[in-house]
């Protein structure tokens, strides 16, 4: 039983809520760390005897932050059920819806939520290290980082209807095409979005390679790694073959995501009601792996665009080729894939079937008694949605494994690593809990998705000597 | 003149409420010439001021008995408290968990699904106890303006702020702003 208890809650400047609990033995050292993430829905069950067309709208509302990947995740599935190829026309809108989601949380990511930690300091006064301090220091950086996420949002909105919840992917396509206008405007904003993204790149490798120690030690550990790959092992953020690799950069494996369940397994632990994915073959914690964008860029040969090929030559040389296992690293690896997403959606504008009226393959029967998987690319990492229907289409099993689950076991540990170099119980400040937040807001947390949010107890924490004396007390 | 000082939180939701706030884009500039914002989830300000602020907006459905103390305080705290979104409207998706109930849910969830090795249903002390009705805001608080929508639009969102902002209280929002979806 520890001696003092920390509790940071909720962790802040991430998207969902989470808690952190430190505990401290008697010399005011932290003896151990856990990262709770509060509160579940249950989909799983209650999806159980619906239509199973009515997934892609139902499993976005899991989460408003990138509704698109549940979106598509779930329409890959009901194409698996209802055993439908969607026509490639379909296949490009809907990597094109998901590219402008994946521009829009990337960027919110990076300048809303990580930078003011980057450009105000750890240690900022915690009234303004936010998004409107960022707004108050430098609006014309602020603006840039408002217009690259509006442009992300208004590519879902141009084809879906609406920016968060859209409907556009379907059971075997897509239910509307692209306008000569859209492809146009979309078109004429891609020079100026792919400036601000080499701007953020600019920023993230500047203060990487300004405070190289930190950047280096900072909740640093090894893991193996997961993600889609092409089938030349280049970079994949719609469909492919999931990749993982072990924590000196082996290959470990490559199977199709129908297979996944051979591959993955989740372990529960009692104080959090987010699960702990896994390799299977390799046991829990020992094939626990990280997702997103350090996973992803840790399991790829190559990006197959120019620019974001180039940067990531020069990323990948930060480890001399092996795996980079920097948390803080996430931010510029974001960053390079916003890069990616915004040259691959000019690389889709131009493929002259974008504009094709063939967006759907419709079922012969009316019988879809089937089972389907979906995974595709989140912004956070490989998202996984199993199905099985009854003859009726009717949902008779779900199984959903979120992309922020993929990194649960990963955040515990960056937190705790972080915990045990930088608070110390005994002199506590703000700035050293905000590390603390800071090593899981690598991750990009979208606790909404993986089961979501819990409620408040204040952040008050006094320290009181063996005399009864009050050594310290911090609120917020 | 003061600005007028506005906490947000979430509650069982998606955070698609506060997504769709922050797609009044530019417009945000212009906003923060008005109003300051306190705690909120993009805030690293924990709780709403003790002092009080003047508006407070919750997302997202009562779940938990978590859900039910962030609720409360900010309803303490804030003079007009504006519930957005179908889920701190009507309990949204996360209502559907009503039709089969919280057990049956959590079996399937941490026991059953099929990637699961030695489930074990969570029940720490840390955690939030789910209850067995998921419902909207208004069940445990009273609420001084509703915008449904799933999410509202972002400028359903700025029509409010701004009618608050001019000395009105907006009751009911303009048709085309008022969408159930």
């Given amino acids: 039983m520890s001696a003092r208890k920390i509790t940071i809650e909720p962790v802040t400047r991430i998207e969902g809520h989470g808690r952190v ?17 509060d509160e579940f829905r249950g989909l799983e069950k209650f999806c159980e005897g619906r239509p199973y067309f009515e997934m892609p709208q139902i499993t976005q509302r899991i989460c408003g932050i990138c509704p698109v990947s549940h979106h598509l995740a779930a329409s890959k599935a009901c194409d698996a059920v209802a055993r439908l190829e969607p026509p ?9 819806i998901h590219m402008g989601q994946l521009v829009q949380s990337h960027g919110m990511h990076f300048f809303h939520l990580a930078a003011p930690d980057l450009l105000l300091g750890f240690d900022a006064d915690p009234a303004v290290r936010n998004v409107f301090g960022i707004i108050r220091a430098n609006p014309e950086l602020a603006l840039k980082a408002v217009s690259l996420r509006r442009f992300g949002q208004q590519v879902i909105e141009r084809l879906g209807g609406k920016r968060v919840h859209p409907n556009f992917a379907v059971a075997g396509g897509v239910n509307g095409p ?67 690799k072990d924590a000196a950069g082996n290959f470990v494996a490559q199977f199709r995501p129908e297979h996944y369940l051979a591959h993955v397994a989740e372990h529960v632990e ?7 994915p896994y390799y299977r073959k390799l046991g829990f914690p020992e094939g626990t792996y990280r997702v997103g964008p350090l996973g992803r860029l840790n399991v790829i040969d190559r990006i197959g665009t120019p620019m974001a090929q180039a940067e990531f030559l020069q990323y990948r040389q930060i480890n001399g080729g092996r795996p980079i296992e920097g948390s803080l690293y996430y931010h510029y690896a974001r960053m390079i894939e916003a890069l990616y997403c915004l040259e691959r959606i000019d690389e889709l504008l131009g493929d002259p079937e974008i504009m094709s009226r063939d967006l759907r393959s419709v079922p012969s029967e009316v019988k879809v008694p089937g089972q389907g998987v979906g995974v595709i690319e989140a912004p956070r990492g490989t998202l996984f949605h199993d199905y099985s229907t009854d003859e009726d289409g009717l949902l008779t099993r779900v199984n959903l494994i979120v992309a922020t689950g993929n990194n649960n076991w990963a955040m515990h540990t960056a937190s705790g690593l972080v915990a045990r170099a930088f608070v110390d119980g005994n002199k506590l400040s703000e700035g050293m809990l905000n590390r603390v937040e800071a090593a899981i807001r690598c991750y990009d947390p979208c606790l909404s998705c993986s089961t979501h949010a819990i409620g408040q107890m204040p952040l008050v924490v006094t320290l009181v000597g063996a005399d009864g004396s009050v050594l310290d007390r911090i609120s917020r | 003149m003061a600005k007028i000082k506005i906490a947000t939180d979430w509650l069982a939701g998606c955070a698609g409420c506060h997504m769709s706030f922050l797609d009044i884009d530019e417009r945000i500039v212009q906003l923060l010439d008005a109003v300051e914002f306190t705690s909120s989830p993009v805030t690293d300000l924990k709780h709403p001021p003790k002092e009080g602020v003047d508006i407070g907006i919750l997302e997202g459905a009562i779940s938990n008995t978590h859900n039910v103390e962030v609720a409360k305080q900010m309803r303490e705290r804030a003079r007009f408290l504006i519930a957005v979104g179908d889920c701190a409207t009507f309990g949204g998706v996360v209502a559907m968990r009503n039709l089969c109930g919280t057990d049956a849910a959590l079996r399937r969830a941490y026991l059953e699904t099929e990637s699961v090795c030695g489930g074990v249903i969570p029940d720490s002390q840390e955690l939030g106890k789910p209850l067995e009705m998921v419902t ?29 902002l001019a000395g009105r209280t907006p009751v009911v929002l303009p048709p085309e702003l008022f969408l159930y979806d």
């Avoid at chain 1, 490639?88 to 809907?94: F, N, Q, T, Y």
Wanted: glycine residues 6%.
């Fill in chain 1, 178 to 244: 692209l306008s000569d206008k859209d492809r146009t405007e979309i078109a004429a904003e891609l020079k100026a979005m792919t400036g601000i993204a080499g701007e953020a790149i600019a920023i993230a490798k500047n203060w990487l390679e300004s405070n190289q120690s930190i950047a280096e030690a900072f909740a640093s550990f090894p893991s193996s790694y997961m993600g889609l790959v092409d089938s030349e092992g280049g970079l994949q953020l719609y469909d492919g073959e999931i990749r993982v």
């Fill in chain 1, 88 to 96: 490639r026309p379909a296949k490009l809108l809907r990597e094109l």
């Fill in chain 2, 136 to 164: 909207g805001v208004d069940s445990v608080v009273k609420v001084d303006l509703f915008i449904p929508g799933c999410p509202p639009r972002a400028d359903a969102f700025f029509y409010a702020l701004s009618e608050l």
């Fill in chain 1, 21 to 37: 609990t430190i505990h401290l033995n008697e010399e005011g050292q932290v003896e151990e760390t856990f990262f709770h993430v």
């Fill in chain 1, 270 to 276: 009692p104080w959090s009601f987010l699960k702990f």
